[in-house]
């Protein structure tokens, strides 16, 4: 079945490509009875999207489509898609677009799909499907895949707030949710950015005691306290930070991908039986601790990959019934170059959203 329409998008061609993507026509996979395309109406710029248009991961599989928080409209299901899913319904897809799915995987089925290390695992972008099929991501005008990683849309949440929550807001949630954040429990978002400003809304909808902000200075504190925290700390500026406020929090989820981290501070942080939670991911390793200050304290270290697609649709329900309010600022597709300049510049509050006009428009989100 042919359609009436053509995979174009911003196109990253080397490492210098943060600024000088390139509008391009591409191929995308084939489409397959379980695949939906969406005309894409917004897409998120993640942290992620900068790492692999300059190989700051390691070697970017170029040509490369990046963008992996994508809301738009399905205009072609197949008929074994999965949701139930049907042409016109506003969705959205995050970092993930396939998984193994296969019964003998542990990961995918137990819903744990983001944790799949078998054949069959792609992503969003900069990867390939089971086929050997190109994937390509957001900053485009349509996105082709498979319909189990297609997450409805709620009504009652913008296209423009979605979009980032398809890989931001559920970065932070995930690890969140899993760790028993909630009502009685203090929690620690380090970094009031992009991931960092989903942390504290999370754990304000999930009804934390303590949410503590942590950033390098303070000119963030006003943002941070009107998201719902309600404690502060300038890690530059308040002298003996770790000392003053030892043993008061319970969770700590860490957003910042600079390897520069006073990890041991943090950890000083804990409580008995506290966890830390690494999401942000630099480029580089960081900093070593002393084990002491897990073993002390019965503490650990933990990592956190996204979310599967049962907790994104969960993780958009909340939005929907807390009335969680991502800080997003809106850019048109056409400006994608400057935007995702700013966005490396630091210049974002909190996310920017691509705004695909001409669809956007159409479709009144």
Not at 233 to 247: G, S
Request: some cysteine; hydrophobic content about 35%; glycine content about 12%.
């Amino acid at each position: 079945m042919a359609t009436d329409y053509k995979f174009e998008g911003w196109m990253g061609l080397d490492k210098n490509a943060i600024g000088n993507m390139q509008w391009k026509a591409y191929e995308p996979k084939p489409f397959n009875d379980d695949d939906v395309d969406i005309q894409i109406t917004h897409s998120g710029i993640c942290g992620s999207d900068l790492h692999t248009l300059r190989s700051g991961w390691g070697a970017t599989d170029y040509p490369c489509v990046v963008g992996h928080e994508i809301v738009g409209r399905a205009v072609r299901v197949g008929p074994k898609a999965e949701g139930g899913i049907k042409v016109g319904d506003r969705v959205g897809v995050g970092a993930q677009s396939a998984s193994c799915l296969q019964p003998d995987c542990e990961q995918c089925s137990n819903g744990e799909e983001n944790h799949c290390m078998k054949p069959g695992q792609a992503d969003t972008y900069n990867s390939k499907f089971k086929d050997g099929s190109k994937a390509y991501g957001g900053y485009a005008n349509y996105w082709r895949g498979p319909s189990h990683f297609v997450i409805k849309v709620p009504d009652g949440l913008s296209s423009e707030a979605a979009a980032p929550m398809m890989c931001g807001g559920v970065t932070t949630y995930a690890p969140l949710k899993d760790n028993g954040a909630g009502p009685g429990k203090r929690v620690g978002i380090v970094g009031v950015g992009g991931l960092g400003h989903f942390g504290i809304l999370w754990a304000k909808a999930l009804g934390c005691e303590k949410i503590t902000a942590i950033s390098r200075n303070s000119t963030k504190k006003a943002d941070a306290l009107k998201m719902g925290a309600t404690d502060f700390i300038a890690t530059d500026e308040d002298e003996n930070w770790d000392q003053k406020n030892a043993m008061t929090l319970d969770l700590i989820v860490c957003t910042v991908s600079s390897p520069k981290l006073p990890v041991a501070s943090y950890l000083s942080l804990l409580g008995i039986g506290g966890r830390f939670v690494q999401v942000g991911a630099p480029e580089d390793t960081i900093p070593g601790f002393n084990v002491f200050a897990l073993i002390f304290k019965k503490a650990s270290f933990h990592g956190s990959k996204i979310g599967p697609p049962h907790q994104i649709a969960e993780m958009l329900k909340l939005a929907v019934d807390k009335n969680v309010q991502a800080w997003i600022q809106k850019r048109p597709m056409e400006e994608a170059n400057q935007a995702i300049v700013d966005m490396d510049e630091g210049k974002a509050r909190y996310r920017y959203t691509l705004i695909n006009q001409k669809f956007a428009e159409a479709l009144n989100t």
